[in-house]
C-alpha cells in the first residue's frame, strides 16, 4: 500500500543542517494498522507527514497504492491526497469558524458531491463517531474528545484507503483515549482501512499490528 | 462550493472585526469621495439645467493681449464692443448670444438688504439658455431696442422681495437708483453653472458702463450655439481667422500689446484655459487624464490597505489552508475561495458606499450649501469605481493565495512557520 524506499530528508537552515529522516525503507501492507515509535524529535512525525504527502522528502521514492509519487503538479497531488488520504491529528485541526458538520464535509468540498450527498455521508461519519447530536455545534463548543471524534470523521467520511495519525490520543486522557483507539481499531478491523499512527502510548501501540520504531531519524526496529 | 466559500467568508468577517471594519472603511470611503467628488465634477461640466445647449456650445470668455517687449499681459473677459465689432460678425454659429460675468448689488425690501447676484444679457440668451419661466416672459429684441428697463429675477429673489410665491410680473424693484420693471421670473439654476447663474437678469444695454470704450478686455463672454459637435472645427476656424484681424490699439502709456489671443472653446475647455494655453479638445483629453489618473491613485489606497490587510491575515490562516490542502484542496481552489472573499468584502464596501454617496449627495442638495444644487450620482463612475476595486480585490486575493500556495502543507499546519 505506502512504499518508502531509501527516505531521507534534511532541514536546513543558512547555518546548520539537520538530518530528520536518515535511510529509511518501509513498506505498509494493505488492511494493516502500523505504529510508529520513538523519542520527542526522531522524525516520526517528519515519516508520517512524508507517507501523507504533506512534505517532501529530500532524497528516496514514495509509492502509495502502486503508483510513484514523482513530479506529481500541485493539482494531482491534491486530488490523490483527497482521494487515498485521511489525516488525523493530535492538535485535532478543525477549523473553528465552521460548525462540526462543515468541518467533516471539508474533503467532499473538494469532489464533484452534491451538497445532499455531502450533508448525507457527513452525518453517517459523524454517527459512526458518536456525534450525531453535536452537528451544529462549533469545535470551541466542544471537548478535546469530541474534537478528535469530528477530525476522524471528517478523515473517513471520503473513505479513504489509507488514514494516518499523529499522536490521536496525545492530547487526551486515557478513558478518552482508549475510546479513539477503539473507534481507529473498528475502522481498521471493519472496514479494512489502512492506518498508520505516530504514538508515544506503548499501551496503544500494543493494540495495532506492527510496530516500528525511530531512534535519531533512523528506523531501529 | 460556492456556498461554503460564502459561509467562511462572513464567519472570518464577523470574526475579525477590526480588520473587517478596516477593509470596509478603506472600500467605502474611497468609492464614496470617488463617488461624490465625480457627481460634483460632473454637475459642473456636464450639460443640466438650464444649460442643456452646453454640448453644442462653444464659449469665448478669455482675451489674453499680451506686450512682448515688455514681457506684460492683460488676461480677463472680452469686452461689449469685442463681441458688437468682432463676435456677432460671425456667419458660421447657428446663434451667438453673450452675457456679462455677474456682479453683485444691494436691494432692499421692507428695510431688509439683499444682496444679489445681476448679470447683463442680450436676447439671445435667453435662446442659447432652457431656463424655466414660473410666470412671465425673457426680454427679446425689441425690449433692447426700445431701451426697456426691464428684468428677469429668479425665484428665489422673488421670495425674498416679495415673498414667497407673490406673483411679480408687473412690479418693479430698485437696483442701483435704477428701477426696472419685472417681466419675468424663473427658477434658478445653481451658481455652480457659473457662465449662466444670477438672481437678475438685466438687457446689457441698461449698464452704466460705457460701451463704446474701445478696448477688447472687458467684462462679457459669448455663446456661441452650433447645430452640432460636428460645426465646432469650422466656427473655431472662423473666429481663428476673425483674431488674426482684431486691430491691436492701446491707449496705455505703459502697456503696449503687440500679440492678442482669444480661442472659442468648449465649456470644459473654456474652464480649464486658466491652468493651460493649449486649445479645447487637448484641454478635455489632459482633464480626463488628470482626473482618471487621480482616481486610480486614489483607488489604489484601499488596494493597498487590503493587499496589506490580507497578507497579515495569511498567517493567522494558514493553519486553515494547511488543513484544507491537506484534505485535497489545491492552491488554485483557494485562490478561488479568497478571491471569492475579497469579491464579496468589496462588494460589501460597494453597497456602503452607494449607501453613503447617495446619503452624501442628498445632504449637499438639500443643506443649501449650493443654492438649486441638483447633483446626482454618476453611475458610469459608480460602476467602474466598483469594477476597479473588484480588479483590486481580485489581486489583492491572489498575492496572498499564491504565497499561500507556495507554503508546504507541513508548514501551514503549523502555522506558515
Not at chain 2, 95 to 122: C, E, H, R, W
Not at chain 2, 173 to 201: F, H, K, Q
Not at chain 2, 263 to 292: E, I, N, P, R
Amino acid at each position: 500500500m505506502i512504499k518508502l524506499k531509501n527516505i531521507e530528508k534534511v532541514y536546513r537552515t543558512s547555518t546548520i543542517e539537520t538530518l530528520a529522516l536518515n535511510e529509511i525503507n518501509l513498506e505498509v501492507g494493505k488492511g494493516e494498522f502500523l505504529s510508529i515509535m520513538g523519542p520527542s524529535g526522531c522524525g516520526k512525525s517528519t515519516l508520517l507527514n512524508i507517507m501523507g504527502l504533506l512534505d517532501e522528502p529530500s532524497k528516496g521514492e514514495i509509492t502509495v497504492d502502486n503508483e510513484t509519487i514523482r513530479d506529481f503538479s500541485d493539482k494531482k497531488l491534491a486530488h490523490f491526497r483527497n482521494q487515498k488520504l485521511g489525516f488525523i491529528f493530535q492538535s485535532y485541526h478543525l477549523i473553528n469558524d465552521l460548525p462540526v458538520l462543515d468541518n467533516v464535509e471539508l474533503p467532499l468540498l473538494y469532489r464533484s458531491a452534491s451538497a445532499n450527498e455531502r450533508t448525507q455521508l457527513a452525518t453517517e461519519a459523524l454517527q459512526k463517531v458518536g456525534l450525531s447530536n453535536r452537528v451544529k455545534h462549533y469545535p470551541t463548543q466542544l471537548s478535546g474528545g469530541q474534537k478528535q471524534r469530528v477530525a476522524i470523521a471528517r478523515a473517513i467520511v471520503g473513505r479513504p484507503e489509507i488514514i494516518l495519525a499523529d499522536e490521536p490520543t496525545g492530547n487526551l486522557d486515557s478513558a478518552m483515549g482508549n475510546e479513539i483507539m477503539d473507534i481507529l481499531i473498528n475502522l481498521n478491523k471493519n472496514d479494512g482501512t489502512t492506518i498508520v499512527m505516530v504514538t508515544h502510548d506503548e499501551n496503544m501501540a500494543k493494540k495495532t499490528n506492527r510496530l516500528v520504531r525511530l531512534f535519531d531519524g533512523t528506523q531501529v526496529m | 462550493m460556492l456556498k461554503n466559500y460564502l459561509k467562511i467568508t462572513f464567519a472570518v468577517l464577523k470574526r475579525r472585526k477590526f480588520f473587517t471594519f478596516i477593509s470596509l472603511f478603506g472600500i467605502s470611503f474611497t468609492l464614496l469621495v470617488l463617488v461624490v467628488i465625480t457627481s460634483f465634477i460632473d454637475h459642473l461640466v456636464s450639460a443640466g439645467y438650464p444649460e442643456w445647449n452646453r454640448d453644442k456650445s462653444l464659449y469665448i470668455e478669455r482675451m489674453v493681449q499680451r506686450d512682448t517687449a515688455q514681457n506684460g499681459q492683460t488676461n480677463g473677459p472680452v469686452s461689449m464692443y469685442f463681441i458688437e465689432n468682432f463676435v456677432l460678425k460671425m456667419t458660421t454659429p447657428q446663434m451667438i448670444g453673450f452675457a456679462s460675468y455677474p456682479n453683485t448689488v444691494n436691494a432692499y425690501a421692507n428695510q431688509n438688504k439683499i444682496k444679489l447676484m445681476f448679470k447683463y444679457t442680450d436676447a439671445n440668451f435667453w435662446n442659447i439658455t432652457s431656463f424655466d419661466f414660473l410666470e412671465g416672459k425673457p426680454f427679446n429684441k425689441q425690449n433692447i431696442d426700445n431701451n426697456d428697463f426691464v428684468m428677469v429675477i429668479n425665484d428665489d429673489t422673488r421670495d425674498k422681495y416679495f415673498g414667497k410665491g407673490v406673483s411679480a410680473v408687473g412690479k418693479t424693484m430698485e437696483l442701483d437708483n435704477i428701477t426696472y420693471r419685472i417681466i419675468g421670473v424663473i427658477r434658478g439654476c445653481p451658481v455652480t453653472r457659473i457662465y449662466v447663474a444670477s438672481d437678475v437678469y438685466l438687457p446689457y444695454n441698461t449698464s452704466k458702463r460705457d460701451h463704446t470704450k474701445k478696448g477688447l478686455n472687458g467684462n462679457y463672454m459669448a455663446f456661441l450655439l452650433a447645430n452640432g459637435p460636428e460645426d465646432f472645427p469650422k466656427i473655431k476656424a472662423e473666429y481663428a481667422s476673425i483674431m488674426r484681424k482684431v486691430p491691436i490699439t492701446s491707449d496705455d502709456k505703459w502697456f503696449k500689446p503687440n500679440k492678442v489671443e482669444s480661442t472659442a472653446d468648449t465649456y470644459v475647455g473654456s474652464f480649464m484655459s486658466q491652468f493651460t494655453d493649449s486649445d479645447g479638445d487637448t484641454k478635455k483629453a489632459y482633464l480626463y487624464m488628470v482626473l482618471v489618473g487621480f482616481a486610480l491613485l486614489f483607488m489604489s489606497l484601499p488596494a493597498i490597505n487590503l493587499v496589506n490587510v490580507n497578507i497579515s491575515r495569511i498567517m493567522e490562516r494558514a493553519s486553515e489552508i494547511g488543513i484544507r490542502k491537506a484534505f485535497g484542496a489545491s492552491s488554485k481552489v483557494l485562490t478561488y475561495q479568497f478571491i471569492t472573499e475579497n469579491i464579496i468584502l468589496t462588494l460589501i464596501g460597494g453597497i456602503i458606499a452607494l449607501i453613503l454617496s447617495v446619503g452624501v449627495i442628498y445632504f449637499i442638495n438639500t443643506s443649501g450649501m449650493i443654492n438649486y444644487a441638483d447633483l446626482t450620482i454618476n453611475w458610469k463612475v459608480f460602476v467602474v469605481a466598483i469594477l476597479v476595486s473588484l480588479v483590486f480585490g481580485l489581486l489583492s486575493g491572489v498575492y496572498p493565495a499564491w504565497r499561500m500556495s507556495r507554503l508546504q502543507v507541513v508548514n501551514a499546519l503549523k502555522g506558515g512557520e
